[in-house]
């Protein structure tokens, strides 16, 4: 039954591609087409911030390097033994925090969707690192569209497209994230 109903709910999502909603946080996950050095095989959670423009971040491609090598003096950042993560091609050397709460963190954060935030601001990643590391992922850049480029993407069938949920994006290990949900968004759009 159980089986029955996320098959149901994938197929749903798999038929929003055509109607998506681009007012409101989606999950992309790249189809096996896309054959991008930057954007292939990646789950990217995006958020609208006005004027038909989105922001984004990868959250499925660690890199080998940790919050420690970045910041070396900084004794709890030393603590963090995940990776970094790169979360897209535009201002890479800007570490983001996203982080899964049920409040904003504070300082210059943004609602990804229902319980996630991407925290921007030094003061309030240095926080979420202290605090909050364990609920958390660390990215560095984003992934920036220009008004209408998703939306042209999403017509050219580059992306599948979920609903938002956060403890999807931050599973743990993001290793299988991008397989796992092509096969399901595969399985969903050959139900219908």
């Known amino acids: 039954m159980k089986r029955a109903l996320v098959l149901l709910m994938l197929a749903a999502a798999a038929a929003a591609v055509q109607a998506a909603d681009l007012s409101k946080p989606l999950i992309l996950v790249a189809v096996p087409e896309l054959h991008d050095p930057v954007y292939g095989a990646t789950v990217i959670v995006v958020a609208p911030v006005g004027g038909d423009q989105h922001i984004g971040f990868i959250v499925n491609r660690p890199t080998d390097v940790t919050l420690g090598k970045i910041?070396?003096?900084?004794?709890?950042?030393?603590?963090?033994?995940?990776?970094?993560?790169?979360?897209?091609?535009?201002?890479?050397?800007?570490?983001?925090?996203?982080?899964?709460?049920?409040?904003?963190?504070g300082g210059k954060s943004l609602e990804l969707m229902p319980g996630l935030y991407a925290a921007a601001d030094a003061a309030t990643v240095d926080t979420i690192i202290k605090g909050d590391a364990a609920k958390a992922r660390f990215?560095?850049?984003?992934?920036?569209?220009?008004?209408?480029?998703?939306?042209?993407?999403?017509?050219?069938?580059?992306?599948?497209?979920?609903?938002?949920?956060?403890?999807?994006?931050?599973?743990?290990?993001?290793?299988?994230?991008?397989?796992?949900?092509?096969?399901?968004?595969?399985?969903?759009?050959n139900a219908i």
């Open 71 to 105: 910041f070396p003096g900084d004794g709890p950042s030393q603590k963090v033994h995940q990776p970094v993560y790169l979360g897209g091609p535009y201002e890479p050397q800007l570490v983001f925090a996203l982080v899964e709460r049920a409040k904003n963190p």
């Open 139 to 189: 990215v560095a850049g984003l992934v920036a569209w220009k008004p209408g480029e998703l939306e042209q993407e999403l017509e050219r069938k580059v992306w599948y497209v979920l609903e938002p949920d956060a403890r999807l994006v931050l599973r743990k290990p993001a290793d299988g994230l991008w397989e796992d949900l092509v096969r399901r968004s595969q399985n969903a759009a």
